[in-house]
């Protein structure tokens, strides 16, 4: 569960203090969280070896892992957000490689994995944040309900269940992975 501190912060100064803690810039305003448990670190692993794996055979752009904090801008503001897992198109990287703190590129795909305390409302508000600062999918999987909710860059959610397929992403065009295979 995260919890918010008060004082409000740019995203330097943020960098600055917080790179490499367990917090997240939301509009300014730092929340710290608590690390995840164990069926979330579970799902999220499965989802990133299954896009490693399929990236492994392509080269077709470069997977994130948990905790790497994304510069997001949109309208409301600037924040520091840390998906489960991100992928970044191949030719949006620049020719010296990804930068060592925050990075200012904003992912074409974004997974975000719900934690047992997360509400419905909070996780919905991430996706819109990060669709709102130029993400064009967002994969919200809940291993308690067992799905994968996909919202498009428009804003559309549809939800898949076990008995579903994922199938490709921004970049991914091949990429096909059963929803039952994420769940333990």
Excluded at 21 to 33: D, H, I, P, S, T
Excluded at 42 to 53: S, Y
């Amino acid at each position: 569960m995260s919890h918010a501190v008060q004082e409000r912060l740019s995203v330097a100064e943020f960098e600055r203090r917080y790179l490499g803690k367990r917090a997240e810039l939301w509009r300014g305003e730092v929340r710290e969280y608590m690390p995840t448990g164990a069926r979330h670190g579970q799902t999220t692993a499965r989802i990133t070896v299954r896009l490693g794996a399929y990236l492994m055979g392509a080269d077709e752009g470069e997977l994130l892992a948990a905790e790497t904090g994304f510069v997001i801008r949109t309208p409301a503001g600037e924040s520091v957000l840390a998906p489960d897992v991100a992928f970044i198109r191949r030719e949006r990287i620049p020719e010296g490689g990804l930068p060592s703190g925050f990075c200012p590129i904003v992912p074409d795909l974004v997974v975000e994995v719900v934690s047992p305390h997360d509400t419905a409302r909070a996780v919905h508000e991430k996706a819109r944040e990060w669709l709102a600062g130029g993400v064009q999918v967002v994969w919200v999987v809940d291993p308690q309900q067992r799905t994968v909710t996909v919202w498009d860059s428009h804003g559309q959610a549809q939800t898949l269940t076990e008995r579903d397929t994922l199938y490709g992403a921004p970049g991914l065009p091949n990429l096909q992975i059963p929803v039952r295979e994420l769940f333990g």
